[in-house]
């Protein structure tokens, strides 16, 4: 599989990733086929978050890890931390936060917690989940010179935030930021319909965003693209939806081309960014990972991209 330099820098990791948001509750021996799956299609980052099923995705990764027969030092591990989980709107595996909380003390326990959890000694990266109005200073300040000199996190960075909220946290600490985790793919492209829009009053001309797809570029920031497949937050997924034909078609011509499933070309198109955007898979399903990670290898021309970005129903102004 292809390779993206996370930040552009000597940190390189698989163009797909393995997000384990799902695997709470999973029985160890098919959590471990997951595993095994995501490491013979070449994916070697894993994806986690403190709150994902309640600690649970993390402590049945634990188990598998040692069950799958792969070696932690092959693996990039990631989490993320700071939502107070609200057990009252959690359930069914869908996780919601109550508040946020970035303060030192509980960045540090939220770490400790992941890696006890999960049975490692150290995070690759360690991210700030979801932009906390409350948040000082001093606070992630110390907490990531802590974590990073205890050797506890090598690498730093934010899910979910815009330029300013980026800027405003680098400006703060010593650690460059090397990651963005924002859901982006070919119906969910507000980033990109924003910046062919300029200098226009249309509804796609509206900038939701603060140009961050653009931004991302200009500091080698990597953008992670959570839900691939996904129209909305949970609404569904677009992949053989009818509210979606003429992007299925689509999908299915060019996959029939490249002899792939529409899930490759899916990720394909995503990958074809010059962004050096990676991809975060949620599914826990082996052969829908090796088939959906089968797009790293697929280069699209540049009309076939435009071509899905139309059929997802955008236009050019």
Same mark, same amino acid.
């Given at each position: 599989m292809k390779t993206v330099k996370i930040g552009g820098t000597h940190f390189e990791a698989s163009a797909v990733a393995l997000g384990i948001m799902r695997m709470a509750g999973m029985d160890t021996a098919d959590a471990a086929k #997951? %595993? =095994?799956?995501?490491?013979?299609?070449?994916?070697?980052?894993?994806?986690?978050?403190d709150?994902?099923?309640?600690?649970?995705?993390?402590?049945t990764f634990k188990e598998a890890l040692k069950t799958s027969g792969i070696s932690r030092d092959n693996l990039y591990i990631q989490s993320k931390g700071g939502i107070i989980l609200d057990p009252k709107r959690s359930h069914d595996g869908l996780v919601f936060g109550a508040r946020y909380d970035f303060s030192k003390q509980h960045i540090i326990d939220a770490v400790d917690g992941i890696l006890q959890r999960m049975g490692i000694d150290y995070l690759d990266s360690f991210l700030l989940h979801r932009p906390d109005p409350l948040m000082e200073a001093d606070d992630i300040a110390d907490a990531f010179? #802590? %974590? =990073?000199?205890?050797?506890?996190?090598?690498?730093?960075?934010?899910?979910?935030?815009?330029?300013?909220?980026?800027?405003?946290?680098?400006s703060w600490i010593s650690q460059r930021l090397l990651i963005n985790q924002l859901q982006f793919n070919v119906v969910h492209s507000g980033m990109i319909k924003g910046g062919m829009h300029v200098n226009m009053i249309d509804d796609a001309s509206i900038d939701h965003d603060g140009g961050i797809l653009e931004y991302s570029r200009r500091k080698h920031m990597t953008i992670q693209a959570w839900s691939p497949f996904n129209y909305g937050l949970f609404a569904?997924?677009?992949?053989?939806?009818?509210?979606?034909p003429k992007l299925n078609k689509k999908l299915e011509e060019i996959g029939n081309k490249y002899g792939v499933s529409k899930n490759a070309i899916a990720t394909a198109w995503i990958l074809r960014h010059p962004a050096h955007v990676q991809v975060l898979l949620g599914t826990m399903n082996p052969e829908h990972i090796k088939d959906s990670a089968s797009g790293a290898d697929i280069n699209l021309t540049k009309q076939e991209w435009y071509d899905l970005y139309f059929a997802a129903g955008n236009d050019l102004p």
């Open positions: #997951t %595993l =095994q799956a995501a490491n013979e299609a070449g994916i070697n980052y894993i994806d986690s978050a709150i994902y099923g309640e600690g649970g995705s993390e402590k010179d #802590t %974590l =990073q000199r205890e050797g506890k996190v090598r690498h730093f960075g934010v899910s979910n935030f815009n330029p300013q909220q980026v800027e405003m946290v680098q569904g997924m677009y992949i053989n939806d009818p509210k979606y």
